[in-house]
């Protein structure tokens, strides 16, 4: 049973940063791609940023281009998320996403969630 856990939300001050990862467990992986999404209160969950696991392309969210840049480092089969200059609308519980290299296009695999607040 494969499973995504996130780490490194938390609490801090406008203009600062936080360094999320998503580690993978439970089996052999072969990924297509990974990213992460962002859910806050009352609103839909929205994507975030993605990494081709092959290429290395990557996508942002217009919202967090410059800001927030995505990684993998495959020894340790880990996304990373580095988020600076976050802003309070950054708030959010930020989940981290898999899409298996299996011939479908799908986000098939979701973390718990880390929350991710930041205060003025």
Request: with cysteine; charged share 20%; net charge positive.
């Amino acid at each position: 049973q494969v499973q995504l856990v996130e780490s490194g939300g938390g609490l801090v001050q406008a203009g600062g940063s936080l360094r999320l990862s998503c580690a993978a467990s439970g089996g052999t992986f072969s990924w297509s791609r990974m990213g992460w999404f962002r859910q806050s209160p009352g609103k839909e969950r929205e994507f975030v940023a993605a990494l081709r696991w092959s290429g290395f392309t990557t996508n942002y969210a217009n919202s967090v281009k410059g800001r927030f840049t995505i990684s993998r480092d495959n020894a340790k089969n880990t996304v990373v998320l580095q988020m600076n200059s976050l802003k309070p609308e950054d708030t959010a519980v930020y989940y981290c996403a898999a899409d298996p290299a299996d011939g479908t296009i799908r986000w098939e695999y979701w973390g718990q969630g880390t929350q991710v607040t930041v205060s003025l």
